[in-house]
């Protein structure tokens, strides 16, 4: 029995009715989720459509210069670092790198540089998560973090003024984003956020996940393990770490969390949080250098 409360049905289209259209997903990543979640997909194609972008074929060949591979000679071209990293460290650069650059074309750099943060450090969470203390796939729980919280940037970019006051409420009164989001538009980020990435054709288990991940009761056991509660613990991480997208951190440290049956050790969440935290920072500098 699953222990996520679900919300009224509401479909894309009664979404669409109130909000308007929402943005397709930019070519790029568009392309880049394809092929990457094609088993059948062949790296020289996925290399030749990042080749036809500077900055995210200058951001792969950084990473593979990185301490982390410990190469006694420099990388220089994009072909050499795809041969360091392996499939699905490009994979994730690429995916990583293109839904950088949604976040940077909006006006309201503070709120989507915040945002970005939240996100970032969300899906590297949620990706140890998935990887150290579950059977689920660890791409899938990275991209669900990482796109967890699109629908507020698809509020903020179509409808940026509403938006931008409602965040404004919500850091001077502390009052919960969610509650607020209803109100205003009668749906809220998760709903909003899982509309658009079925839109963007985003697997299934994804957009479920991104629909349901606040709607999770962690402190009860289901009886399998869930991407949308990986997702949920990660944001729970994000906040903790000083990454929150404004909202206040109310859960206490002490808080006993499950993704299935059994609760997570103590030990384990600590040693998440300090390595999340550990990898966000790292990751941000490759990222912004």
Known sequence: ???????????????????????????????????????????????????????ISAKVVRVSNSPMYARASRVSTLDEAVAVLGFNQLKSIIITASTFQIFQT??????????WHHSYSSAIGAGIIAERLTSLNKDQAYLGGL???????????????????????VKRDNTGLLAEEQREFGFDHADLGAALLEKWAVPDEISNAVKSHHTCLLGE??????????IAVADSVSQYI?????????????????????????EHLIMIRCDTE??????????YG
């Open 106 to 115: 909006t006006a309201h750099a503070e709120i989507a540089t915040k945002l």
């Open 278 to 287: 550990s990898e966000f920072h790292y990751q941000l500098g490759l990222l």
């Open 242 to 266: 000083g990454a929150a997208f404004y909202e206040p951190y109310r859960v206490g440290i002490e808080e006993q969390y499950y993704l299935g049956p059994v609760p997570i050790d103590g």
């Open 147 to 169: 796109l967890h919280d699109i629908g507020k940037l698809a509020f903020l970019k179509t409808a940026p003024q509403a938006y931008t006051q409602l965040v404004e409420k």
């Open 221 to 230: 056991a289901p009886a399998t393990e869930e991407l949308a509660r990986v």
């Open 1 to 55: 029995m699953s222990v996520c409360v679900k919300n009224d049905p509401r479909t894309v289209d009664q979404i669409l009715q109130r909000l308007g259209d929402l943005p397709s997903a930019p070519p790029l990543l568009d392309k880049a989720l394809r092929l990457t979640m094609d088993v059948d997909s062949h790296i020289p194609e996925i290399v030749r459509i990042v080749a036809a972008d500077q900055s």
